[in-house]
């Protein structure tokens, strides 16, 4: 069963508000390939997560790559984020709760309760290449969605246990937007930890 977050953007100077559907899996599981990762045997959450608490979050960012038109393909995105920089422009951030297995069927039933309660994004510019980016941490909502300065201040990336992206594109029409991570086999913390820490990316992978 596929599952969808979705989110409303109201357009700038004027009041029409029009919806934008994040297809959050396109895989038989029901999550995206980025919120599969394993640690070893276990999957990245369960290594990370409290098992008296259970307690994570789940980030939506929204990122700025420009006017012009962008191709998806991940060596471009990120070194475009290295050399032009990603600004991010919103981020709003969500309390879940997982089970102690930290399994995937916990992850797919956090990411549907985020479904359910309406988790949205407002404002966004129409003119602008934008990427959708869902992030999931064990950092408390207060900690992620913390500002420096009027900034967002990067994720910790040694405890975010689920990325995925979608492409960079023009969101000013209903639609669906789809998010996804590439990756190369079940061992994909590194590339997660890249996805969560595009806009801040110094060329590393530690």
Do not use: W
């Not at 407002?122 to 003119?127: A, K, M, S, V």
Request: proline share 4%; net charge negative.
């Amino acid at each position: 069963m596929k599952r969808a977050l979705a989110v409303f953007a109201t357009m700038l100077a004027c009041d029409s508000v029009y919806e934008v559907t994040l297809q959050l899996d396109n895989t038989s599981v029901g999550v995206p390939s980025g919120f599969q990762c394993l640690s070893g045997d276990a999957s990245l959450a369960s290594e990370l997560l409290d098992p008296a608490q259970g307690k994570a979050t789940i980030v939506v960012d929204v990122l700025d790559f420009g006017q012009n038109l962008f191709p998806c393909r991940s060596n471009l995105i990120i070194n475009h984020c290295l050399t032009e920089g990603c600004p991010l422009l919103q981020r709003s951030c969500y309390p879940i709760h997982l089970t102690s297995s930290a399994s995937l069927d916990a992850v797919h039933t956090a990411l549907a309760e985020l479904e359910d309660a309406g988790a949205g994004l407002y404002g966004l510019p129409t003119d602008r290449m934008l990427m959708v980016r869902i992030t999931g941490t064990i950092e408390s909502v207060d900690a992620a969605c913390a500002t420096d300065k009027k900034a967002f201040i990067p994720l910790d990336k040694s405890v975010v246990f689920g990325c995925a992206n979608s492409c960079p594109n023009y969101i000013n029409a209903s639609g669906v937007v789809d998010v996804q991570l590439d990756t190369v086999s079940s061992q994909c913390a590194p590339e997660v930890r890249l996805c969560a820490d595009l806009e801040a990316f110094d060329g590393g992978l530690d």
